[in-house]
């Protein structure tokens, strides 16, 4: 009887294990599906985001080819070296224009991908003034929340919690 008591607890754990690798089957592929949909839905919207900026690069462009125009009218050799040169910056934004307006979202991701692995420097490089850019931004803004009024109150709040006035119990505001 103990015999059969220990077949019949294998049974159940072969039937547990079966059952726990069925859902974790179940999961596993439900996660490729959803996987599989995000990726679809952020290629359509790459479609779409990519489509409209080529337009805006594209009209762009021809404001900077009504620029050159113009310049071209006034005299002088600057302006015609000036005119030039928009002329060429215009050819370059019109051709990043008609990229994004062909491209798809998932070429685009593999373009930048490749373009990534090709120049990983550079990419670090315009991380770096990308995030420069960024605290710079930031560092002026908060100097603007915390300039000092002509009557030498803060406009914004005070260090030590007195409510923006100066006084000796040390405000960050001085000056006044």
Partial sequence: MSSAMHGT?????????SDLGDAASAVQDKAVELQQQGRSKLGDVLDERTTQ???QSRQVASVLRTSGSQL????????VQVAGMTDAAAERVERFGVYLEQVSGDELLRDAEAFARRRPWMVAGMGLLAG???SRFLKASAERRYTVTASGRAQQGSWAGNGGSTGSHGSYATGG
């Fill in 53 to 55: 900026a080529g337009g």
């Fill in 9 to 17: 607890d294998e049974g159940v754990a072969q039937q547990a294990k």
């Fill in 72 to 79: 071209r009218l006034k005299e002088g050799s600057n302006s």
């Fill in 132 to 134: 420069l850019a960024a």
